[in-house]
């Protein structure tokens, strides 16, 4: 069984900076693409940034370019999450998701929630101004 476990969230002021962690079991690591997702009250689930099997190429969304780092360490089975800068429009709840790798993901699709079949439950991120 797949599970998926976010952690690392917080109450952070703006221009502080979190880490968030992703632990996977249950599913061969290295054979998937990972991803950051968020949500916030009333809006659509957005893809924040996500990352290839290997660690090689990298998907931003425009509104944290710049501020967050996605990276993943295989032989522990765990994504993480750097964000810097942080503005209160980053607060939300933040998932991690999984899907299988293909070479031929289009950034739309490395970026779209549609596109990952593991999810975890979130982690909280609020940004007080």
Same mark, same amino acid.
């Given at each position: 069984?797949? &599970? ?6 917080? %109450?952070?002021? $703006?221009?502080?900076?979190? @880490? %968030? ?16 997702? @968020? &949500?916030?009250?009333?809006? *659509? @689930? *957005? ?9 090689? !190429? ?13 990276? @993943? *360490?295989?032989?522990?089975?765990? #994504? ?5 800068? %942080? ?10 998701? $999984?899907? #299988? ?7 739309? *699709? $490395? %970026?779209? $929630? ?8 979130? !982690? &909280? ?5």
């Amino acid at each position: 069984q797949v &599970q998926v476990v976010e952690s690392g969230g917080g %109450l952070v002021h $703006a221009g502080g900076s979190l @880490r %968030l962690s992703c632990s996977v079991t249950g599913l061969t690591f290295d054979d998937y693409m990972m991803g950051w997702f @968020r &949500q916030a009250p009333g809006k *659509e @689930r *957005e893809g924040v940034a996500s990352i290839t099997w290997s660690g090689g !190429t990298t998907y931003y969304a425009d509104s944290v370019k710049g501020r967050f780092t996605i990276s @993943r *360490e295989n032989a522990k089975n765990t #994504l993480y999450l750097q964000m810097d800068g %942080l503005k209160p429009e980053d607060t939300a709840m933040y998932y991690c998701a $999984a899907v #299988l790798w293909t070479p031929f993901m289009t950034t739309a *699709e $490395a %970026l779209g $929630a549609s596109s990952y079949n593991y999810w975890g439950q979130g !982690t &909280q991120v609020t940004v007080s101004s």
